[in-house]
Every structure is written in C-alpha cells, then in structure tokens.
C-alpha cells in the first residue's frame, strides 16, 4: 500500500489524528520539501513526534526517478507532503504511477492554504477562479530577464469574470521562497508594460505563515504591498475581483485593508 499523507500548513502538529496513525503504522515513511514544506518544523521536529525515521526524496527521486515506489508493492509506504495531499500534479503522477504497477493507493487529507487563504481573508471560497503560479524571472540564451506574463493573463480572465485570484509563489532550489513583496513586484512590472492598470491601484492581499499562531495577513493597494514585511516564508497572493460586502468588512478587519473598499462592496 502506498499511502499519500498530506501534513497541514506550518508545523508537525498540523499532520491529522489518522495520517499520523498511518505514518507510525508505516514500514517506511518517506517526504519530499520542494512542493511545499512546513516553516515551522523541520525533519527532526517530525521524527520526534512521528516516532519514526524520515527519509527526504529529492526532485529527480520524485519526478525522475521514484525508484522507492518498488518497495510499495511488499511493504506498506507512507509518502508526507506538505499541505494537502494531490495538490500538486507531481503527487497525481505519483498515484497514477503507483497504480500501473498495481499498488493499491490511499489519500490521508490534510489541511490546505487553498482553504485557509478564504478563512484567514473573508474572501468566498466559491468566488476563486483559476490559480496562477508566479515564477522567478530567467535569463534567455540572448542574456534577456524574462518574466512570465501567464500569471498576469489569468488574473484579468478571472477578474473580467468577477472571480478572485490565488497567486502562487515560485519556490526554487537555487533562487529561494518567492515572497509577496517580490511577486507584486514583477505583477507590477507586467502592468507598467502592458500599460493596463490591472494591478496598480488595486487592492492585494499578502499572506504569510498561514498556520503558524500568528500569521500575517495585509491588505492594501497592490503598490503598498510591494514594501510591506511579511517576514519569513511561505508566503501566498490573492487578487480580488470586485468585492461583495461582507468580503469588504472582512478585508478591512481582519487584514487591515483601507476601508474605503466598504462603500464599493457589493451585495450580490
């Protein structure tokens, strides 16, 4: 059995009463970190409550090579990921790999920043529209920086369609923990090009350390946001659409967002 456990959003003690039961029931017990990763806690802290050896996987062991999924067919593997399980697509792969070799597969759910981002903001879950993944910029062969537009281009599709953006930000080996600060920036720059005005003026909102006993969590016009500290990472983007009322009450109390935004809140 292979059996995919999601861990929650910021420490050890995010894992669930029943992922935590299959971790130490587990013949062996393996993680990746570079999806996502608690903050808060790192592989000794979960060895140490988990009562068990961890083994890190690297990308090419993921992606590449998952020559561990081998030992699934005699022995009963846990593989722990950060947040919820099957988010990303390289956990999907996992799966269906799994399942052509006839390993028996079962998900243990944890909890997500895609849900926590509407608890933490007031923002309607049933409001959010395609996510968007902002990655570092790179240099072409012709020494150009190059930064992706895609993102910019599914934040106005979900905006002309009155739908609220969650804005993932790049994790990379070599170039770090994207973070607010830094994606504004390059959404900001992308608006300055294409001289629409998408973002600038806008209201954002930045979440930091979602999980964690004080995450931080600020709303305000997008080019405020670009200077604003939100400390260390993980850090995660919303772009609202227009703003039904209640959605505007909860941005300006709970993420201190300029309360003007209470006149243009909508009611329906």
Known sequence: MLYFVGLGLFDEKDVSVKGLEVIKNADKVYVEFYTSRLMGADKEKMENLYGREIHVLDRQEVEQDPWWLEEAKEMDIAFLTGGDTMVST???DIQLRAMELGIETRLVHGSSIVSAICGLTGLQNYRFGKAATIPHPYTSTRGNTII???????????????LHTAVFLDIDMNKGYMTVNQGIELLLKIDEKRGQNLIKGSI???IANAGSEKPIVKADFAENLESYDFGSP?????????LHFVEAEALVKLAGAPEYILEEGEEN
């Not at 281009?153 to 002309?160: G, P």
């Open 90 to 92: 390289t956990h999907v």
């Open 148 to 162: 992706s537009e895609t993102p910019y281009d599914t934040i106005l599709h979900n905006r002309q369609m009155g």
């Open 204 to 206: 954002a909102v930045g």
């Open 234 to 242: 993980l850090h995660i983007v919303a772009i609202p659409a227009d």
